[in-house]
């Protein structure tokens, strides 16, 4: 009789179901790391906003600006008699309000500040930005808004914080 080398059926069986309950394991991990990741890049987004907004608030007469592209471009007719070789304040991508690490994002404004000759004429007083997960539970967990103030906060059940002409309601729960 031949000795014949091989693995048997059942030890082939072991092997694929260790190597799914390894996967069983491992997945669950893999997405809740993603969602993560997605919330800290949105988070960095949204502080990266304030930080844009607040540098072209101190080069725009005191006001932040309603239209994100002229955060992109303000020596464009943006800023009366701001440098064209100075810097931007903020990115093209970030300023499209595009979806962007499993997240929307929307930006609203209030109390305009046209006419005032040294300022942008879509100065605004306050502003509001919103981020809310594409896929509630997937993409990410939490919905995220800030506003003039610098304030952050969230949902937990992923919605939109809800703004009410540029500022965020005292009943969200403030990101520390």
Same mark, same amino acid.
């Given at each position: ?10 030890e082939?069986?072991?092997?694929v ?10 997945i669950?991990?893999?997405l809740?790391?993603?969602?993560? /990741? ?5 988070? !960095?987004?949204i *502080?990266?906003?304030? @930080? &844009?907004?607040? +540098?072209y ?5 005191g ?11 303000p ?10 070789i100075?810097p ?6 970030? /300023? ?5 690490? !499993?997240?929307? *994002?929307?930006?609203? @404004? &209030?109390?305009? +500040?046209a ?8 100065s ?32 937990v ?6 703004t ?9 729960s403030?990101?520390?």
């Amino acid at each position: 009789m031949k000795n014949q080398k091989g693995f048997t059926l059942i030890e082939l069986l072991i092997v694929v179901a260790i190597i799914g309950i390894i996967a069983a394991i491992a997945i669950p991990s893999l997405l809740r790391a993603r969602v993560s /990741a997605n919330e800290s890049a949105t988070l !960095g987004d949204i *502080r990266t906003l304030i @930080s &844009a907004q607040a +540098a072209y608030q101190s080069a725009n007469s005191g006001f932040y600006d309603g239209n994100l592209s002229c955060l992109t471009s303000p020596s464009t007719g943006c800023i009366p008699s701001y440098p064209s070789i100075a810097p931007t304040f903020l990115d093209s991508q970030l /300023a499209s309000q595009n979806s962007k690490s !499993g997240y929307n *994002r929307s930006f609203s @404004s &209030a109390g305009s +500040a046209a006419g005032i000759p040294t300022a942008s004429g879509t100065s605004v007083a306050v502003y509001a930005y919103d981020a809310t997960p594409v896929v509630v539970g997937q993409t990410g967990v939490r919905g995220f808004a800030a506003d003039s103030s610098g304030r952050i906060c969230f949902t937990v059940q992923g919605t939109p914080v809800g703004t009410t002409s540029g500022v965020l309601p005292s009943s969200c729960s403030d990101l520390r």
